[in-house]
């Protein structure tokens, strides 16, 4: 499972309106830890047995701001940083022959950095004056990717 920016949020403690020149801060955490894999429901205990497991480690810190240009209308950015790390086993590869696991460190790969970020507009429909227990808005945003073509990977091998 990756991990997702703007992830549910589940109930309010005060109007979801902003006042006209307000701000709204928002700082969200995300971890994921992982080394078990599945083929649907089903566990595959024979990739830990093997020892070809993975291991997945993700951070996420989500900052994100709103402000309210009017009643209805609101704009915001939200900047995700990340770092994800990802290890595999370390294999032996000799000519001819099908690759196999070796003792020793795991080959292991780092991501870390400013994620995509998001910008939106949204606009509640009715006016919140008369519609203060609930309303719909409608929302149109962008999200700039921020990876780039130069990444390099690295796979450590051992050879005969």
Do not use: C
């Not at 460190?105 to 009715?126: C, E, H, Y």
């Not at 990717?145 to 690295?154: C, D, G, L, N, Q």
């Amino acid at each position: 499972m990756l991990i997702r920016q703007n992830g549910p949020v589940f109930g309010l403690s005060a109007s979801a309106y902003l006042d006209p020149g307000s701000w709204e801060w928002s700082l969200a955490y995300r971890t994921l830890d992982s080394s078990r894999r599945f083929r649907g429901s089903f566990e595959q205990f024979e990739r830990e047995d093997f020892g070809t497991y993975v291991v997945n480690q993700q951070r996420m810190a989500d900052v994100s701001a709103t402000y309210a240009v009017s009643k209805r209308v609101s704009v915001g950015l939200g900047v995700p940083v990340v770092q994800a790390s990802w290890g595999t086993p370390n294999l032996k590869i000799e000519p001819g022959k099908p690759s196999t696991l070796t003792d020793g460190p795991r080959n292991n790969q780092v991501g870390r950095g400013i994620g995509d970020v998001s910008a939106k507009a949204q606009a509640w429909l009715f006016k919140p004056a008369d519609h203060a227990t609930g309303n719909v808005a409608l929302s149109l945003g962008v999200k700039a990717p921020r990876a780039t073509r130069t990444s390099r990977i690295s796979i450590r091998t051992s050879t005969a």
